[in-house]
């Protein structure tokens, strides 16, 4: 629960919520109410607990009797929600370098929150990690951060993105009917969190491209980084290392140790500070790579089950089942339909 009481969150996106219920009628008194939160963290750079974030889209939710209040947040930002880095990533040249250069600081918006960017079997995918599964109120912050992304593919790009999609995990909640005509294109129990769009979007060029300012905000990115003493995304550094030897086999933690150039008793520590362990990393690292496998239409099964070190097929189907209730036939037919 540590992690729950530390600065987590930037203070902009709680202004914009604040913002956005000062339109519906209420007020600032109302929607602070019991979160902790001090005028002065509402100032520039000021930062808010996991729990303050958590406590504050709790009182919108019961305010507005709106659990997609996530989504609301979502579609109302813009760029410059973002700051210094909302700035940088204009000055990108294409989607791609935007991509990647919000990956790379998403921990100075939001540290609860890791996002890979890879590209697999033509998709493009935006991997997201959730640092903080236990907090309350959690799925109106993967609401918020999942919206709020697409709309950033799509302002930066001054184009609608129509084969993008978001990937839950979970059951669909109610509170999707409200916007699902408002947000992309959402499948639900699909046991993976992501956001995916076909790989050629990424090379959308942005029309504020600029390399001299680029360099600069990057500067000071790194600056600000360095000054909170924030992570070097770690879990992103493990997760990679673990995609790039899933056909080779995955390392034990001794080796991947010395491949972060670390000693593996530093990174056991470093996991069980975010409150992680290697083993559950590499489980998850197997599934994942094994649900995107069922997901490309040109892999056979059995062919699946060698490509992922499984000496019988039969053993990957009955893991198949264990991690989503269904065989990997009946998965692949359902998310490659083409309703949502």
């Not at 913002?19 to 109302?30: A, D, P, T, Y």
């Not at 360099?215 to 360095?226: D, H, L, S, T």
């Not at 992570?231 to 972060?260: C, F, N, T």
């Amino acid at each position: 629960m540590h992690k729950l009481y530390k600065d987590d969150v930037h203070v902009e996106y709680a202004v914009a919520l604040l913002q956005l219920l000062e339109q519906k009628g209420i007020s600032h008194e109302q929607a602070l109410a019991g979160t902790g939160i001090r005028d002065e963290q509402l100032e520039d750079g000021g930062r808010l607990t996991t729990h303050q974030d958590a406590l504050l889209l709790t009182n919108a939710v019961r305010l507005t009797n709106d659990p997609g209040i996530g989504y609301q947040i979502g579609l109302h930002s813009t760029v410059t929600w973002h700051g210094m880095l909302g700035y940088g990533l204009m000055s990108c040249a294409t989607l791609r370098d935007a991509l990647e250069l919000w990956t790379n600081f998403l921990d100075l918006r939001t540290t609860t929150f890791n996002l890979r960017l890879i590209e697999r079997d033509g998709f493009a995918e935006l991997i997201v990690h959730d640092l903080a599964p236990r907090a309350p109120m959690r799925f109106c912050a993967v609401d918020r951060l999942m919206t709020m992304t697409t709309r950033l593919c799509e302002q930066l790009s001054q184009r609608l993105l129509p084969g993008m999609e978001i990937w839950h995990r979970g059951l669909e909640p109610l509170h999707y009917a409200r916007y699902r005509k408002r947000v992309v294109a959402t499948r639900f129990e699909t046991n993976l969190s992501l956001i995916r769009f076909p790989v050629a979007d990424l090379d959308t060029p942005l029309t504020n491209a600029n390399g001299s300012t680029l360099r600069y905000i990057k500067a000071q990115c790194e600056r600000e980084r360095a000054r909170l003493r924030r992570s070097d995304d770690l879990v992103v550094r493990v997760m990679d290392l673990l995609q790039s030897h899933e056909r080779s086999g995955y390392p034990g933690i001794e080796e991947s140790a010395k491949m972060l150039c670390m000693s593996s008793r530093t990174l056991k520590r470093k996991l069980q500070r975010l409150g992680l362990n290697f083993r559950g990393l590499v489980d998850d690292a197997r599934k994942d790579a094994v649900l995107r496998d069922v997901l490309n239409p040109v892999l056979r099964m059995d062919e699946i089950a060698v490509r992922m070190g499984y000496a019988d097929p039969a053993n990957l189907t009955r893991a198949f089942r264990r991690w989503t209730g269904e065989s990997p036939s009946k998965y692949r037919a359902r998310l490659l339909s083409t309703g949502t």
